[in-house]
């Protein structure tokens, strides 16, 4: 029914060694850069703004600096 012979083991470890340098990238042609060391303990810091939703449609915008829409009646304008 199904015969394995050699030849036929080659092709399936090509095949298998073909998928698996394909997956890793190809070629490495360009180093990668290191990255930063963590420091333990310190998290990355975040900038964040307060939002607040728009009296008129209801759309979140930043409290500092609401941006206005696209509608006439927009208290932002």
Known sequence: M?????????ILA???ALVWFASRGGSRSAPRQPEAPRQRGAAPRVE???MIPCPVCGTYVTSKRPA???RADCPYR
């Open 2 to 10: 199904f015969e394995l012979s050699f030849g036929k083991l080659v």
């Open 48 to 50: 964040a703004e307060d």
């Open 68 to 70: 206005a829409c696209d």
């Open 14 to 16: 090509a095949v298998v």
